[in-house]
């Protein structure tokens, strides 16, 4: 160390190279002996806070080859549906959390229906034909992705696999780990166990076919999710052999390369083993959904909606819901679904892509298809919604009604038994019982007019296109094929007639 002639050592000049760092004062937690000192640290040791730190780029592989053969259906398994969405869906959210470059997506059975399934999606399909083990596919993904950063394994088959366990695993194999992902399961049969050594240190993972029985007792098990430097992971599955039980080439046999090479292998155990559930069959299918809408319905009674029963609701999609919501038992949520506040949804309800205004109330056995549903609104029960519907505020729709693609104006009402197909009806109208919109000719849709304050008596046919004026009144029983004056009666219907002599006949005796 050089010091400036004539200044003191107790305060050193730190030479052109490294940064000076005065400790001249004492401080009460420091050790005495680095008290009184002056310490140099050369640039290329620091870190430098003006510089981000090194790129690593990341790229994902899903693994979404398998055949699905239990599944017993002609439906790829990764589209089979789980809250509303392919379980494809759920596994590619999940990648796009690690951030990564590019998405490697292995398909092998109807790979043409997965890729066209996925069509708006930026991923590098790979095909793998025939399907020989994992570590197969992800040796043809590697084909086709570039050899640098890191790559994170995923299995296309687990749909809840939380975002922050992968973020971990990337994060792990940025420093130059074999990162897995594992879980501890009260049933492990079938499944590949994690071995690992005295001191705690994985040394392995032996697929069930493979292990011995002391193995088998383990309960750790791999999950098939992995992150590692891509220049080891492309080296490793290139060395792979299929001498083993099952004859494939296995992803879990790059473990004991990195071991034999001394790269570290570290793991995540996942929080909650059900988070990496495979599907494999269709009860298992069912066990996830359950899951999921369980999970979803705990969701919104933290944050304040009353649910009759939570393990009676299934969320397809979104469910956005304002203070103090009421969802009886049974209901069923299908794309995106708000409820305002104070808005009440019977038993046995379906609701797809709709909008209930605040204090309306949906009463039992109602479907509402691309609704919106004003405040204040009672519709049902047994109502029908169909796309194209839109409810002013304070509207009624009644038991056994159908609207479609028609507007009604506020405070309107159809209370019973009727049929609005292409209509404009204004504020304040009454609908009476058995009233229908003629609006089909058989090629064409007609639309109807029904002005503000006009009564249509029941059993009504409007005859589209035809319009009712303001305060107009429609006599029971009229099939009206003119447009109906403002402010007057309009009657179609025969003349009464009564015949005298008639006789009721007589059932003949045999």
């Known amino acids: 160390m050089m010091f400036a002639p004539g200044l003191s050592t107790t305060k050193p000049l730190i030479t052109r190279g490294a940064t000076r760092i005065r400790c001249g004062a004492r401080h009460p937690r420091m050790p005495y002996h680095l008290q009184s000192q002056s310490i140099a640290v050369p640039h290329a040791a620091r870190p430098n806070r003006s510089m981000p730190p090194p790129h690593i780029p990341i790229q994902a592989i899903v693994l979404a080859a398998g055949q699905g053969k239990r599944m017993h259906s002609a439906l790829p398994k990764v589209l089979h ?109 079938g499944l590949g166990r994690v071995v690992r050594d005295a001191a705690g240190a994985v040394r392995a993972i032996v697929e069930e076919k493979d292990a011995s029985p002391t193995e088998r007792g383990l309960d750790e098990i791999n999950t098939g999710m992995l992150a590692a430097p891509t220049p080891h992971l492309a080296r490793w599955v290139a060395a792979l052999r299929n001498d083993n039980a099952q004859q494939e080439y296995l992803l879990t046999d790059i473990v004991a390369m990195a071991v034999a090479e001394g790269v570290a292998v570290t793991s995540t155990l996942v929080a909650d083993e059900r988070d990496v559930r495979g599907v494999n069959d269709r009860a298992q299918l069912a066990q996830l959904e359950r899951i999921l809408q369980r999970r979803r319905a705990d969701a919104l009674l933290v944050a304040g909606t009353w649910i009759a029963d939570p393990d009676r609701i299934d969320i397809r999609g979104s469910l956005q819901c304002g203070r103090d919501v009421r969802i009886d038992v049974n209901c069923v949520f299908e794309g995106d679904v708000v409820l305002g506040d104070g808005a009440d949804v019977g038993a046995n309800c379906v609701l797809r892509n709709t909008t209930v205004g605040a204090n309306a109330v949906i009463a039992p056995f109602s479907h509402c298809d691309r609704a919106v549903i004003g405040s204040g609104c009672r519709v049902g029960p047994y109502a029908r919604l169909r796309p194209g519907t839109l409810l002013s505020d304070g509207v009624h729709v009644g038991n056994f009604v159908e609207v479609k693609a028609s507007t009604l104006g506020p405070r309107s009402k159809a209370n019973h038994l009727a049929y609005l197909g292409d209509s404009t009806i204004g504020s304040d109208v009454n609908i009476g019982a058995g009233t229908i919109t003629c609006n089909y000719d058989g090629v064409n849709k007609h639309r109807t007019v029904i002005e503000d304050g006009a009564f249509i008596g029941s059993d009504t046919q409007l005859v589209a296109p035809v319009t009712v004026g303001r305060n107009a009144t429609l006599g029971a029983g009229t099939t009206l094929t003119r447009d109906a004056p403002p402010d007057r009666l309009t009657i179609s219907r025969a003349q009464q007639v009564v015949i005298e002599r008639w006789v009721r006949p007589v059932r003949k005796k045999t």
Do not use: C, K, W
């Open 81 to 189: 549906r789980l809250g509303g969405r392919p379980i494809i869906e759920y596994v590619l959210d999940a990648a796009h959390a690690v951030a990564p470059e590019r998405v490697g997506l292995v398909v092998g059975h109807e790979g043409a229906r997965v890729q066209a399934a996925l069509g708006d999606r930026a991923l590098t399909f790979v095909r793998q034909d025939p399907p020989r083990g994992t570590g197969d596919a992800v040796r043809h993904a590697l084909a086709m992705l570039p050899h640098e950063g890191v790559t994170v394994v995923m299995i296309g088959d687990a749909p809840l696999v939380r975002a922050d366990e992968l973020q971990q695993l990337a994060q792990s194999a940025t420093a130059g780990n074999l990162a897995l992902l594992t879980a501890r399961v009260p049933d492990p049969h």
